[in-house]
């Protein structure tokens, strides 16, 4: 089966789509606080098993996905025709979306992997030394913000794809009417 722009659409929405689900997934997972254990001056937090940790590295993972994707499918060479990237950095509209996306991109990323990686550092490291320690979790609310701009970082990607598209057929239509136009005048000199 050939690559098209269908299929690159198709696979950039639906790794878009799995990394907004497992990110609100992991978002309604986490606990709330753990529970302080006294010790011999100490205080262990014990914290409820919850799957928080390991979705939030799958949907960053899927992100990953979805803009490696997203962003190869911009270039890819459809029907063995390839276009310089000049070309269709030519378009101000596919310039604006590009950046835009790689931008979103990355803040889904950085609100993914912040809440995931200080929750695991949270289960990690349980024992503290303050006594009045609360037993923390990660910030709320961070990771379903990370899931959601994932899924709006997908849909950019997209919306580029789009125009990407457009300027393909662009730059194509052009080569075609100046060969046309250059075998023409071959032709009558």
Excluded at 10 to 33: D, H, Q, R, Y
Aim: proline share 4%; charged share 15%; glycine share 8%.
């Amino acid at each position: 089966m050939a690559v098209t722009v269908r299929l690159m659409a198709t696979m950039v929405a639906l790794l878009g789509i799995i990394s907004f689900i497992i990110g609100v997934i992991a978002e309604n997972k986490k606990p709330a606080a753990g529970t302080p254990i006294q010790g011999k001056d100490v205080v262990i937090c014990k914290y409820p098993s919850d799957p928080t940790v390991v979705l939030g590295y799958l949907s960053a993972a899927f992100l990953i996905a979805t803009t490696v994707v997203g962003y190869f499918s911009l270039f890819y060479p459809y029907k063995g025709q390839s276009v310089p990237q000049g070309a269709l950095f030519r378009s101000t509209g596919f310039v604006v979306f590009f950046n835009i996306a790689i931008l979103t991109a990355g803040l889904a990323g950085a609100l993914l992997l912040w809440p995931t990686i200080t929750e695991q550092l949270h289960l990690s490291r349980n024992v503290h030394r303050n006594l009045n320690t609360d037993c923390p979790t990660a910030k709320t609310g961070l990771l379903g913000g990370g899931a959601f701009l994932s899924l709006d970082s997908s849909l950019l990607w997209l919306v580029a794809l789009m125009l990407a598209d457009n300027a393909r057929e662009d730059y194509l239509e052009e080569n075609e009417k100046d060969r046309v136009g250059h075998e023409a005048a071959k032709g009558t000199v």
